[in-house]
C-alpha cells in the first residue's frame, strides 16, 4: 500500500456519501480537468453508475455529485447552502457550465445512467465517464470510489499522490504501530508526526489540521441549531436542535466558544454528558444527510462519531489545546489507515463495520491517548471497539444516509468511549485479541457478507421498512 497521510483519512467535503458522493465529485472533477482536448470541443457527456453507485445514487446524491463535479465545483469551498439552486438550474436549462465557460447542454434524466444490475470486477463503487466531441470522436474513463473520498481511473494503482515512499517509520500494520512506538519512546500521534514531517513542514500541517478541526466544530455547532426536514423522502426529523434548545434550557450565548461554556457549565452526571454525545454525533449527521460541509472520518456516513468523541474530550475531559487536537486526529488517523491498508473503508466493500466499526475504533485510539494511556492501550482501546461492530451491515432505508445511519454514529461515538475506559482500566499485555488480529477478521466478514448487505438498499432495514421515496 501507498503511505497514507492524516490528510487523506479526514478530508473535508460534502455530504451524504464519501463513497456515493464526494467519491464521484472528485473523480468528475478530475475527469473534466484531464481531459486532453478542450472541454469546449465537447458534444455531449454521458455518466454510467454501475452496481452500488447505481443501486443507492439517487438517495447518496451521487447524480448530484458528478453534476457539480464536471462543472469544477469544489466541495472543500462551495456554497453548500446554494447546491439545491444549482441543481434546479441545471436541470431547468439542461445544461451544464463547464470549466471555462463553456456550456454544454446536458439532461440528467437521459445523460446519467443508472445500471445497478452491473458489476465491474474491481469495486462496486464504479462509474464511467464518455464524452463526444464535434468531429463525432469519443473518449471514455471508468473510475472506481474505494471509500472515504478516495478514487482511482481505472489505470491507477493507488491514489497517486506524490509523496515520497520512504518514511522514517513505515507502517502496514498494528504491530508495525507497537513496534517504532517501543524503539522510538513515542507516542502513536509522536510517530504519525515524524512521518507528516516528510510530507510537509509542520506549519503547513498545524494550519490543515486546524481546518479539519474548524470544519467539525463548525459542522457540529451548525447541526445543533438547524430545525427542519431532512431532505429524500423519509421525513426525517432533525433531532440535534432540540435536544441542545432541551439540554440548555435557554441559556444564552453569542458563538461557537461560548457555547461550549454554555454546555460544560449547564450540568454534570452520566446522562447529562452522554445526551450530549449523542447530540454531538446526530448534528454532524444530519448536516451531512442534508448536504452540509462535513469531514470524512474516516468516510461521510461516519463522520459525526470522532467529532462527537472529540467534543466529550474538550469540553467535558480536558481544556481545549490546538495540541490535544492535533494528537487526537494523529492518533485517530493511523489506526484508519490501519483498516484501509488491511480491510476497507468503504460499506460497499465490508457493511457498515468498515464505516462505524472503524470510526468507533479510531475514536477509541484517539481518546485513549488523550487519556494518558500508552500505544499499547491506544491499540487495546482501537480493538475492543471495532471488535464489537464485527458484521455490521449497511443496509441504508431508500438509499439514504439517514435511518439507521445517523443514529449509529451516536452509538459508534458511546462504543469507542466505553472501549477507551475499558482499555484505560486494563493491562494490554493481558488482551487475548490483537488488532491485527480484528482487522483481518473485519475483512474476512466482509468478503462473507452477502452483497444485499453492502450499501445496495436491497436487504436488512431497507426492504422491511415501507417507505414512499422522492428523489433527493
Known sequence: MEPLSVLDM????????????????????????????????????????????AKTGKGHGTDVAVMLGLEGADPVSCDVDAIPDRVRRIRGESCLQLPGGHRLHFSPETDIEFHGDRLLPRHPNALEFIVRFADDSTHNETWYSVGGGFVLREDEEDSGNDRPKPLPYPIETAADVAHWCRESGLSISGVVARNEESWRHNTETDRAVAAIWKTMRDCVYRGCHREGV???GLQVQRRAARQNRRLLDGAAYEDVDAWHRVIRERGEGFSYTLDWVSCFALAVNEENAAFGRVVTAPTNGAAGVIPAVLHYLLIFLREPDPALIRSFLFTASEIGCLFKKRATISAAMGGCQAEIGVSSAMAAA????????????????????????????????????QVPCIER?????????TAAQLALSSDPDQARVPLDGVIRTMWETAKDMNTRYKETADGGLAVHIPVNISEC
Open 230 to 232: 431532512l431532505p429524500g
Open 409 to 417: 454514529n451516536t452509538m459508534g461515538a458511546i462504543k469507542a468511549i
Open 10 to 53: 479526514f478530508k473535508i467535503g460534502v455530504g451524504p456519501s464519501s463513497s456515493h458522493t464526494l467519491g464521484p465529485w472528485n473523480a468528475a472533477r478530475r475527469f473534466i480537468s484531464g481531459l486532453d482536448r478542450s472541454p469546449e470541443s465537447a458534444q455531449q457527456i454521458t455518466i454510467r453508475l454501475y452496481g452500488s453507485l
Open 366 to 401: 484517539a481518546l485513549t491517548e488523550c487519556m494518558g494511556g500508552t500505544p499499547a492501550h491506544c491499540l487495546m482501546a482501537a480493538e475492543i471497539a471495532m471488535e464489537h461492530h464485527l458484521g455490521m451491515t449497511c443496509d441504508p432505508i431508500g438509499g439514504l444516509v
